[in-house]
């Protein structure tokens, strides 16, 4: 299920976000995806941005994360790149929160499949929110550079509640 997208981020944040990015990407080419990415980790000049998805995360969702996962991935998508339809059912993965760091690129487009075609909005900032059995794709590149965070949320960061029997 999708669940929402809206704007966490303002542009001066984005920016600042993809200055905390040091270049030792990690090449993504394969059959099914051409892009590259790297980890940003929690440490003092990065936590005020793992607090902004935990509370975008919990706000949107009601479940509430007891354990915070301390690296988002980094994607850098450039001209010709593309990553083809998939989900991202694996490791225990449960949400993929995500936020789009930049929208002066041309295709790119984040679609997905639920069962219908779903487009994000292409705006700087745009955060959103889904679960990980729903197949996604992002279209092939065709001018710029697209930047974007995701960051997978798994069994043992969540609490969900629940009413108890006994």
Not at 49 to 55: I, T
Not at 56 to 67: A, K, P, Q, W
Not at 93 to 109: C, H, I, K, M, S
Request: proline fraction near 1%; hydrophobic fraction near 35%; glycine fraction near 4%.
């Amino acid at each position: 299920m999708f669940l929402t997208q809206k704007i966490l981020f303002n542009k001066e944040e984005c920016f600042s976000i993809m200055n905390l990015v040091k270049q030792n990407s990690q090449n993504w080419n394969l059959n099914d995806r051409n892009y590259k990415s790297e980890t940003i980790d929690y440490n003092d000049d990065t936590k005020w941005l793992f607090n902004r998805f935990k509370e975008f995360f919990e706000s949107e969702t009601g479940i509430t994360i007891y354990n915070l996962k301390k690296q988002i991935h980094f994607h850098k998508f450039i001209k010709g790149d593309w990553f083809d339809k998939h989900n991202d059912i694996r490791d225990s993965r449960l949400y993929a929160v995500g936020v789009l760091l930049n929208n002066d690129f041309e295709g790119g487009d984040f679609k997905l499949y639920n069962p219908n075609e779903y487009i994000l909005n292409k705006i700087i900032g745009n955060a959103y929110i889904f679960d990980v059995k729903i197949e996604h794709e992002i279209t092939p590149i065709i001018n710029g550079e697209r930047y974007s965070l995701l960051w997978f949320l798994k069994n043992n960061h969540i609490k969900i509640k629940t009413n108890k029997i006994i």
